[in-house]
Every structure is written in C-alpha cells, then in structure tokens.
C-alpha cells in the first residue's frame, strides 16, 4: 500500500508582502488590464530614465576626461557586464517583488541622478590626474566613473526580474508572450531616453540638471507604481519605509537641483581659478574665459582643456603661422581658429587679399569679435573686410571647396589625441587639404607636443606624407618650463603640462621653415629658434609608423 505524500510545511512568511502571500495573483486597485497597461508604463519611463543614465556618464567622461571611444566602451561594457549580475542577485528578491522593485528605483534615482554632479566634483576638485591630492586620487574620474557604471548597471538589470514577476502575477502568460511585452516597452522607452537626451535634456538643462530631473522622474514613476497598483501586496512597514525612501530621495535630488548654480560656479573656480569670466555651452562645446583683466593673462578653455594660454599664446601662434607665409600668400585658408589669434599673424603680411576662416563653432567667434580682453588680443582680426568666416565641420566644407585655390592653408585645431578630432588629422582630411592648395601652396598643420607625445606628433607627419606632400616638421618650446603651455592641456595638469608645440609644415615641393625675408619680424620667432626647433624635432623622429585613416585612427 502506497502512502499518501506528506503535506508541504507552509512556507514561512514574508516581512514585506501582506497576508495572502507573494505567490498569489496581485490584489489590484484596477481591472487586470489596466494594471498591466500601467506596468508596461512603468517599464518605458524607467528604460528611459536608464538610458539617458548611460548617455550622461558617457558625454561627461568625454567632455571631462576625452576620448569618447575609450569613455563609451568602459561605461557600455561596464554597465552591460553589471546588468547581468544584477539579473542574477534580483532572483533573491522574486518573492518580494513589489518592495524590492520599489526599493531598486529609488536606489537607482538617487545613484543616476547624482552620478553626473559628483563626477564633476571629483574632477574638479582633485583633477584627472589627482592634482595636489595624489595617492588614491590620482585616477579618481576614472574610478569613480567605473564605480557609476557597475553600481548603476546592477540596478537596471535587476529590475527586469523583478518586473517580470509582476507582471506575472496581474494575469499569468506564457513566458515568450510577457518577455516579449516587457522587453517592448523597454526598447520604446531606450529610443525616448535615447532621443531626448541630446535634443531635449542636454541642450535646454544642461548636464547636471538633466540627470537631476531624470532621476527625479524615475523615482516618482517607481513610487507611484508600486505604491499605487500594488500597495494591497505591501505590508503597513513597508509601504512607510518605501514612502520615507522616496520622499529622502526626492529631497536630495530637489536640493541639488536648487543648489546647482553654485554648484557649478564654485567647479569652475576649482578647475580655472577665481579669474572666470565667460562660461558658455555652446551647441558643439563648453566655453570658459579666465582672466583678461587687470593685468592678469586671458586664458581660453574647451571642454575643460587649456585651448589658449595668454602667456604663451604668441610663441604658438607665431610659429604656426610665419613659416607658411614665406612665399605666396595672397589667399590664405584657416581651419579652426575661431579665437582670431592665426588671423592676426596672417594679417601682419603684406599682399594678403582674402582670408578665409572655417570654425565649426559660431559662439566662439562671436567671442572672438565681441570680448573686450579676447578682441583685443587678437587685435580684432575679424573686424578687417579680407576676412570671411564660415560656420561649418572643416572636413565637410573642404570636400565641396574648389580645387587650386589657397597659397597657404593653416590647420589650428585640436589636438589629434581627441576623438572628436581624429577624423581632422586623417589622410582623407590632408588629401582634401591638399586639393585646395595652388601651384606653390604650403599646408601647416599643429600636430601637437613633440616631446610628451612623439608618436602621435609623427604619425600627424607620416599622414601628411601619405596624403601626397612632402613635409618638414618643426617645434617651438614654451617661455617658461612648466608654464600652463599652450593647446590641450586639461587644467588639472600643471605638472604635465606640454613644454613644446610641434608642427609640420607641407608642400608639392621640399618645404623649408624659414621666415620670410620680405615679411614682419615676429615678436618672439626668429630664423635661430626655428632652426633650433627644426633640428631639436627631428632627433625625436620614429620611423615606420603608419598613416592615420578614417577607418583606422592611429592616435
């Protein structure tokens, strides 16, 4: 005779679900299908909350850090590898579906929404590479942007679990059917985030206040959904405790919020110093002038790189420029240059009849034309009628700009080692550069420091050389040895801060860098310095390295 089996031992209770168990169909304050409409909303802010999470890590470590290739894999790959640990540890929290749900939104709001303002904080205040602070420091952006990552990617992936079992227990389906609603309204809500944040949040909030907002959103959207729909599934405890959380977490975000101007004047005065003037987001960049006044220099900033330094600028400026003047010049093509400071040394030549300037950001000429300290220093260049500025992408105008036309053409832009960039120092980029150039015509180009960073200095020149042109590199160094020198210098890097400038001059023909006997006797440059330079350069050459394409950057 078989006996019966034994009855189950009842499971033991949940702290956090109300009598009548987590395992039952949810007691709901709607019918099951507007329950289910409402989940499914949930499902799309909080996908798109996640989302505009990602994409503000990613554009902060850019602007704040650079190479946006390296920032987008480290927080994509970081925060992909997470999402699937936090699937795994959300299992624990089945049974507890509703409070674990309630518990990792409003975690997850105050992580994202915060992530961006203390990002910044610690780049500010210790810099890239841990200014005086040192030690633990020293790669502190960079840590903690891994640590926003990993903690922000455990909280999205636990959230479909959890989700999941929700939606299950308002009206039971086969898992392909559900799977396939949930992961629906997730992409919908990713495209959203997607879109919104560089069209919507960026553009008309600026960062910190955009993911300020979001996880503001985020945790009114969590909230209200299960302590609206599924507050019957909740014991009394719980519900208080996820309202308190809430209410804190709202609270913190709020405060930021108000507190965010100051936030970022007291940033900047971190990174620039008490001198700041100008601080601007343009749409292609952030903008900050220092100084210019009361005797103290003008300092220009990009993105929070040091673009133009006031105590070294004319060395810089001098060099680029004069060498490529001797010969021909009566058409003259600058590419970048905004700030004004190229024209004013091309403008010094006699026989110059039209300057064209081609700068992809308008804020900064306008700039350029309308700042007392930056208008006089470039001797308000954009003020004489021979020059003719053009709001466009370099690479994109040269493929439509006519052929044999330029004598010289001055490439002043960022440094290669920027991602933005790379494509301005692409052999495509030079072949174009070269098309433009008349009979006799010569192309310089700022190919960044010689001695901190020689590979990429000599990659710039076999990529001119691979474009068809013959080069002759050369340098300058700066007045003073560790001064805040030049181009490319994030602010936090005094100590690192380049001590030279090199550049490669082109031509159809055997360039020489040599001034023009005929033309106006720089301020600071002379035949010796170049020479100098010009030896000094190429007792640093490596050879061998290939050139940099559209599709395979070398820098």
């Not at 590479?129 to 455990?154: E, K, Y």
């Not at 985020?218 to 405890?237: E, I, M």
């Not at 150039?437 to 710039?460: C, E, K």
């Not at 994030?490 to 023909?509: E, I, N, Q």
Request: aromatic share 8%; glycine share 12%; net charge positive.
């Amino acid at each position: 005779m078989i006996e019966p089996p034994a009855p189950a031992p009842p499971r033991s209770p949940v702290p956090w679900s109300a009598p009548g168990g987590p395992d039952g169909p949810a007691r709901l304050p709607v019918r099951p299908g507007t329950g289910r409409f409402l989940v499914l909303a949930g499902v799309f802010v909080c996908a798109a909350c996640g989302l505009v999470y990602e994409l503000e890590l990613v554009a902060l470590a850019s602007y704040l850090m650079g190479d946006s290739v390296t920032q987008a894999s480290v927080v994509l790959s970081v925060m992909v590898f997470a999402m699937g640990i936090g699937s795994l540890a959300a299992k624990r929290l089945r049974r507890l579906a509703a409070a674990g749900f309630g518990a990792v939104e409003a975690t997850l709001a105050l992580v994202g929404g915060c992530s961006a303002m203390a990002l910044y904080a610690v780049f500010a205040w210790t810099g890239d590479w841990g200014g005086d602070w040192g030690g633990m420091w020293a790669n502190g952006p960079r840590c903690l942007l891994v640590a926003f990552s990993l903690a922000i990617g455990l909280l999205i992936g636990a959230e479909v679990p959890l989700l999941m079992e929700l939606i299950q227990r308002i009206r039971r389906q086969d898992a392909g059917g559900a799977v396939a609603d949930l992961f629906a309204a997730d992409y919908v809500g990713a495209l959203v985030g997607g879109l919104a944040f560089p069209f919507l949040l960026l553009p008309f909030l600026g960062q910190l206040t955009g993911a300020l907002l979001t996880g503001a959103v985020n945790t009114v959207v969590g909230g209200a959904l299960v302590l609206g729909l599924f507050r019957r599934d909740l014991t009394r405890r719980a519900r208080w405790l996820l309202l308190i959380g809430n209410g804190l977490v709202l609270a913190v975000l709020a405060s930021a919020t108000v507190l965010v101007d100051d936030f970022e004047r007291a940033a900047r005065q971190a990174m620039y110093g008490q001198d700041v003037r100008v601080a601007l987001q343009t749409g292609v960049k952030e903008v900050v002038l220092a100084g210019g006044t009361g005797g103290r220099p003008l300092d220009i900033y990009f993105d929070g790189r040091l673009r133009v330094s006031g105590r070294d600028e004319l060395r810089f400026h001098e060099a680029l420029v004069h060498p490529a003047m001797t010969g021909p010049h009566a058409r003259v093509l600058i590419l970048g240059g905004g700030d004004g400071l190229a024209v004013r040394e091309v403008l010094r030549h006699s026989g110059v009849d039209r300057v064209d300037v081609v700068e992809p950001d308008a804020e900064v000429v306008r700039l350029a034309r309308t700042d007392p300290a930056l208008s006089a220093l470039n001797e308000h260049a954009f003020g004489d009628p021979r020059v003719r500025v053009t709001t466009a992408d370099a690479f994109g105008w040269l493929r439509g700009a006519t052929p044999a036309t330029y004598d010289v053409v001055v490439s002043d832009l960022p440094d290669p080692g920027i991602t933005a960039s790379t494509k301005l120092y692409s052999q495509e980029f030079y072949g174009l550069a070269r098309r433009g150039l008349a009979p006799g015509g010569r192309l310089v180009v700022h190919a960044g420091p010689v001695a901190a960073g020689p590979r990429v200095f000599w990659t710039v020149e076999a990529t001119v050389g691979a474009a068809g042109l013959r080069t002759a590199p050369y340098g300058t160094g700066s007045r003073r040895t560790g001064s805040a020198a030049g181009p490319e210098r994030r602010p936090a890097d005094r100590s690192r801060a380049p001590r030279d400038w090199g550049f490669v001059l082109a031509a159809r023909t055997d360039p020489r860098p040599r001034l023009d006997p005929d033309g106006p006797r720089p301020s600071v440059l002379t035949e010796a310095s170049l020479a100098a330079g010009e030896r000094a350069t190429r007792r640093t050459r490596i050879g061998g390295l290939p050139a940099s394409t559209l599709v395979h950057p070398r820098y």
